[in-house]
T-cell receptor, first 112, second 114 residues
Framework: GQQVKQSSPSLTVQEGGILILNCDYENDMFDYFAWYKKYPDNSPTLLIS?????DKREDGRFTVFLNKSGKHFSLHITASQPEDTAVYLCAAGASGNNRIFFGDGTQLVVKP | DPKIIQKPKYLVAVTGSEKILICEQY?????MYWYRQSAKKPLEFMFS???????DNQTASSRFQPQSSKKNHLDLQITALKPDDSATYFC?????????????FGSGTRLTVL
């Protein structure tokens, strides 16, 4: 089965709003969690990541929250901007493992 | 300038033919990977190489063969192409394991098999 799942295929918000993207995972061994951003016809790029020894990491307008007991992590974006419009991919992996598992992606649209 | 170069960007092939997808990275990374994204499927891991040696293989079919002629090259040869092989193939690299170091992706090769 799919190791990492994103429940929302799409999300539309108004500029300036706060939004939350969610991701669930299956594997208890995962200790690395990340969000990638992808523009159309472009490559995924790392936005923010967190290791399992912390439950939160903040970088500017972007914050990752990790809930290990619930096998869930989320990306919070504050003061959303039209430039945030993209596909957001959640990803997870285990230490020492070469594989990173990705979710299906959430298409975010921020309306001006 | 792009640091991971994939060629070609678009590729159309007929069923049964063979194609090679090219990947070169100029980040000085030791590890390189291939991922695939088919329609309505997530980005999926295919292969990982470290110092030009195969480390991990998730692809069941032997029709997919990575080739590393140089440390910063990891090409993907696909033989006996099928329509189900149609996908965007992404090359990636990292300095160490991708759970410890950032994984960087190329812009992808979009393969269509008719």
């Amino acid at each position: 089965g799919q190791q990492v799942k994103q429940s929302s295929p799409s999300l539309t918000v108004q500029e300036g709003g706060i939004l939350i993207l969610n991701c669930d995972y299956e594997n208890d061994m995962f200790d690395y969690f990340a969000w990638y951003k992808k523009y159309p016809d472009n490559s995924p790029t790392l936005l923010i990541s967190v290791r399992s020894n912390v439950d939160k990491r903040e970088d500017g307008r972007f914050t990752v929250f990790l809930n290990k007991s619930g096998k869930h992590f989320s990306l919070h974006i504050t003061a959303s901007q039209p430039e945030d419009t993209a596909v957001y991919l959640c990803a997870a992996g285990a230490s020492g493992n070469n594989r990173i598992f990705f979710g299906d992606g959430t298409q975010l649209v921020v309306k001006p | 300038d792009p640091k991971i170069i994939q060629k070609p960007k678009y590729l159309v092939a007929v069923t049964g033919s063979e194609k090679i997808l090219i990947c070169e990275q100029y980040l000085g990374h030791n590890a390189m990977y291939w991922y695939r994204q088919s329609a309505k499927k997530p980005l999926e891991f295919m292969f990982s190489y470290s110092y030009q040696k195969l480390m991990d293989n998730q692809t069941a079919s032997s029709r997919f063969q990575p080739q590393s002629s140089k440390k910063n090259h990891l090409d993907l040869q696909i033989t006996a192409l099928k329509p189900d092989d149609s996908a965007t193939y992404f090359c990636a690299s990292s300095q160490g394991t991708p759970s410890a170091e950032t994984l960087y992706f190329g812009s992808g090769t979009r393969l269509t098999v008719l």
